[in-house]
């Protein structure tokens, strides 16, 4: 299947500091791109769908001034933790989709945010 | 409404038995239907989906679902377990309402494969 790559794999940082997290689709264009966050023990809750080139769609309860997402190309989505606190820890994984419709999306392999 | 219910959070088989998984789906609108596999600390595979085509489907590493409109289930079977199969599983659905996809993971259901 196609490869969508997410960098960093885990990240350490302070509070108050900002964090950007890359996902790139390797081998295929990606026009939708999926940003989750993931509880221990929890499902993946959608943040926000985002299509290549509009302004990102969040869900009901997350914050866009706090997590702002950018899709300028066709491979490469990212999401920045601004001002992050404790509580913004957790497993943010990406997804990606090309542009036919019902195909699936292919998933990054995650980033383990720690803010300390 | 869109929803999906993983019917058991924890599921433990021992080697070379069997396996089900279940998964119930609400959809008010044609759905695709996946599962998708996670292992600790790793993103997420895909294992197989139905997408309107044949409602029994065969995925990776010998697993397959049966889509039945009528009970609205979409239960992950494998006829014999292996070690490397615990994980973590997610149900998903994904639908169109009004041209916007949406898409609605359930709450996953842990395997533990006992040797």
């Known amino acids: 299947g196609a490869v969508v790559s997410q960098h960093p794999s885990w990240v350490i940082c302070k509070s108050g500091t900002s964090v950007k997290i890359e996902c790139r689709s390797l081998d295929f264009q990606a026009t939708t791109m999926f940003w989750y966050r993931q509880f221990p023990k929890q499902s993946l809750m959608l943040m926000a769908t985002?299509?290549?080139?509009?302004?990102?769609?969040?869900e009901q309860g997350v914050e866009k001034d706090k997590f702002l997402i950018n899709h300028a190309s066709l491979t490469l989505s990212t999401l920045t933790v601004t001002s992050a606190h404790p509580e913004d820890s957790s497993f943010y994984i990406c997804?990606?989709?090309?542009?036919?419709?019902?195909?699936?999306?292919?998933f990054g392999q995650g980033t383990r945010l720690t803010v300390v | 409404a869109q929803s999906v219910t993983q019917l058991d959070s924890h599921v433990s088989v021992s080697e070379g038995t069997p396996v089900l998984l279940r998964c119930n789906y609400s959809s008010s609108y044609s759905p695709s239907l996946f599962w998708y596999v996670q292992h600790p600390n790793k993103g997420l595979q895909l294992l197989l989906k139905y997408t309107s085509a044949a409602t029994l489907v065969k995925g990776i590493n010998g697993f397959e679902a049966e889509f039945k409109k009528s009970e609205t289930s979409f239960h992950l079977t494998k006829p014999s377990a292996h070690m490397s199969d615990a994980a973590e599983y997610f149900c998903?659905?994904?639908?169109?309402?009004?041209?916007?996809?949406?898409?609605?993971f359930g709450i996953g259901t842990k395997l533990q494969v006992i040797p």
């Open positions: 985002s299509n290549e080139g509009s302004k990102a769609t969040y």
């Open positions: 997804s990606a989709r090309g542009p036919s419709l019902n195909t699936e999306a292919f």
């Open positions: 998903v659905v994904s639908d169109r309402p009004g041209g916007y996809q949406k898409v609605t």
